[in-house]
């Protein structure tokens, strides 16, 4: 297919990048279900790697082991097209609530760090990239995943609004969750995805920053589209 003038003969891809809580999940959802586009949730896959290597007792520091499963890891994405979260499975197990937890989220923190991890994982997420399109949602999605996306958003929030809207998000699945604890959480995930030495958060030069503090998510979802519309003319949504 191709897309915007001839500059790609590859899939059109918006990356979504920015930290945890900043919304960046629920609204790559949407915007890919009004467009109609496949939907990749990097962040799943540093989740499931790290939930394969407790169940297979792979120790999370142990770099080589956890690059080897990263290539070989059975998962499967489905449902999801209507904007809701798809059901995630593992090796044939339906994971979708366990990798939500604090604790998955902390453990895939960490895996995250591992060079020769994101290594391993860059070719499959690449692999998402098909027609019609794909939102790809993540960390760094517009810096090292998708650098030649023509349509690039980051998405930000304080901390303390990034930790109540994650502290309702856990409370909504019937999850336990303290405020305090979650706002010193997302602080520290924090310090660590942006000062890891590899692939750290940060916006890419080229993606348009919205700070969502204070807006409503129809308003992000409107204000991500006109970015989508901007870089792609001739795409209905
Ligand atoms: O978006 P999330 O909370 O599901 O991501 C879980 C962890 O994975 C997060 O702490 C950072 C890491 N991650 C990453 O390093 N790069 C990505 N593209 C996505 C997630």
């Known amino acids: 297919m191709t897309v915007g003038g001839g500059r790609s003969r590859e899939a059109p891809v918006l990356t979504l990048d920015g930290p945890s809580g900043s919304g960046k999940g629920t609204v790559s959802r949407l915007v890919a279900a009004r467009l109609g586009w496949h939907f990749l949730d990097s962040g799943a896959l540093y989740r499931l790697l790290a939930l394969a290597a407790r169940s297979r007792g792979v120790e999370l520091g142990d770099e080589m082991a956890l690059a080897r499963l990263a290539l070989e890891l059975d998962v499967r994405f489905t449902g999801g097209e209507d904007g809701e979260e798809p059901q995630v499975w593992l090796e044939g197990r339906d994971v979708s609530l366990e990798l939500r937890t604090e604790e998955a989220g902390a453990d895939a923190s960490r895996v995250a760090a591992l060079p020769a991890v994101r290594a391993a994982l860059l070719e499959r997420q690449r692999a998402f990239r098909q027609g019609p399109g794909l939102v790809a949602d993540g960390r760094d999605m517009g810096t090292v995943v998708f650098p030649d996306a023509e349509a690039k958003v980051f998405l930000d929030a304080s901390v303390g609004e990034r930790a109540l809207r994650r502290y309702n998000q856990l409370k909504r699945k019937g999850l336990r969750a303290s405020l305090p604890e979650l706002e010193r959480e997302?602080?520290?995930?924090?310090?660590?995805?942006?000062?890891?030495?590899?692939?750290?958060?940060?916006?890419?030069?080229?993606?348009?920053?919205?700070?969502?503090?204070s807006m409503a998510l129809d308003a992000v979802v409107e204000r991500v589209l006109a970015v989508v519309r901007t870089a792609f003319p001739e795409v209905k949504g």
């Open 186 to 213: 997302v602080a520290e995930r924090d310090a660590r995805d942006r000062g890891r030495s590899v692939s750290p958060l940060r916006a890419a030069d080229d993606a348009v920053v919205v700070d969502t503090t």
